[in-house]
Nanobody
Framework: QVQLVESGGGLVQAGGSLRLSCAAS????????MGWYRQAPGKQRELVAY??????TAYADSVKGRSTISKDNPNTVYLQMSSLKPEDTAVYYC?????????WGQGTQVTVSS
């Protein structure tokens, strides 16, 4: 079992920045991919960015150029977001894949005011 705890969300003005953190604990061996998803009210959950064990990254077009995903050690992943827009408002979830199974955090709210 893997437990994920996100932090770093909050209220920020448009154009501002936030850094989200996600710490994994428990049985964290052989985590293949760590990523961030978000879900806005009335919308489906969508992938924001992910980073593989080898450091390969990918981003949704909506955040490309404004966000950076990174990790340190095998169990902490970050999402640095800048030039935030009101449409970035959502609950952001950390997720990891381990041995074919996905684990999710409880989510952290990001609200961007115009």
């Amino acid at each position: 079992q893997v437990q994920l705890v996100e932090s770093g969300g909050g209220l920020v003005q448009a154009g501002g920045s936030l850094r989200l953190s996600c710490a994994a604990s428990g049985t964290i061996f052989r985590i293949n991919v760590m990523g961030w998803y978000r879900q806005a009210p009335g919308k489906q959950r969508e992938l924001v960015a992910y980073i593989s064990t080898g450091g390969t990254t990918a981003y949704a077009d909506s955040v490309k150029g404004r966000s950076t995903i990174s990790k340190d050690n095998p169990n902490t992943v970050y999402l640095q977001m800048s030039s935030l827009k009101p449409e970035d408002t959502a609950v952001y979830y950390c997720s990891v894949q381990q041995l074919g199974r996905s684990y999710w955090g409880q989510g952290t709210q990001v609200t961007v005011s115009s």
